[in-house]
């Protein structure tokens, strides 16, 4: 699998009332990277994301997404129908795409064993862990084979603990299929040991203000102890700071 390439040139968004949320975005995901978006509460992350989705649509400028994309989505909350099951909470997607009912079983089982859940999916959500439900529901946005995969801070509401092991099965993932990802998250930690290019934005209206290539290779546990991961969630935190005007 290849990911897909995304191009949003002079991009704009505002909304009615007049409140503008993205001003002249020039922004570039490549093939099989991962992309993070780290800026202030409200900057317009998710704004970005939703237009490079096709939820939203620019009020001026272009998104160009090649070849065409299949898109999986990835939520801050889980949502999971509490009266379906862990499989066919996972196989919906493919279930209102008309798939057969065999077919459903056998990519949600498939889906479900990349995430760790496979012991899990006659489960009802309520009877999951925070993290079991968040794995669900990457393996929901993982059925239909994504070459474009859009994360809204996934793994937010979770303790430390889970969010580093996630983000760690997350890391393996999607450089294991080549998948292009935009992730958007508050947490400096996460966008360096996620992603490939970390892109800082100016509060709102966004404004791409500094861009960070991460040099790491694999994304393990090791990694967190590593200096220069340090060094370098240090410099962006200055970076963050300086485009809220705020003195370090």
């Known amino acids: 699998m290849t990911g897909v390439q995304v191009r949003l040139r ?29 800026g202030p509460t409200g900057c317009g992350k998710s704004t970005i994301l939703r237009l490079i989705g096709g939820v939203a649509s620019p009020t001026g400028g272009s998104i160009e997404v090649e070849p065409s994309p299949r898109i999986g989505f990835c939520f801050q909350e889980p949502r ?17 795409a008309r798939a057969s009912s065999e077919t459903c079983r056998l990519e949600a089982d498939r889906r479900l064993k990349m995430v760790g859940l496979d012991d899990a999916a006659e489960f ?19 059925i239909a084979d994504p070459n474009l995969l859009l994360l809204d801070e996934p793994f937010a509401a979770l303790d430390e603990v889970t969010r580093f092991r996630l983000d760690e099965d997350l890391a393996a993932l999607v450089r ?73």
């Open 80 to 96: 999971l129908l509490p009266w379906r099951n862990v499989r066919r909470n996972v196989a919906l997607p493919l279930e209102l």
């Open 10 to 38: 002079s991009v704009e968004k505002v909304f009615p009332g007049g409140v503008e949320a993205v001003s002249a975005m020039d922004l570039e995901l490549a093939p099989g990277r991962v992309t993070a978006l780290l």
């Open 176 to 248: 294991e299929r080549s998948i292009t990802v935009l992730l958007v998250t508050h947490s400096i930690a996460e966008a360096v040991f996620l992603a490939d290019e970390v892109v800082v934005l100016s509060p709102r209206p966004a404004r791409i203000i500094d861009r960070f290539e991460i040099p790491f290779g694999e994304r393990n546990a090791a990694l967190r102890s590593n200096v220069e991961y340090a060094r370098l969630q240090s410099r962006i935190y200055e970076v963050l700071l300086a485009g809220m005007g705020v003195a370090s």
């Open 124 to 142: 009802l959500p309520a009877a999951l862990s925070g993290g079991m439900r968040m794995r669900a529901a990457v393996a929901r946005a993982l």
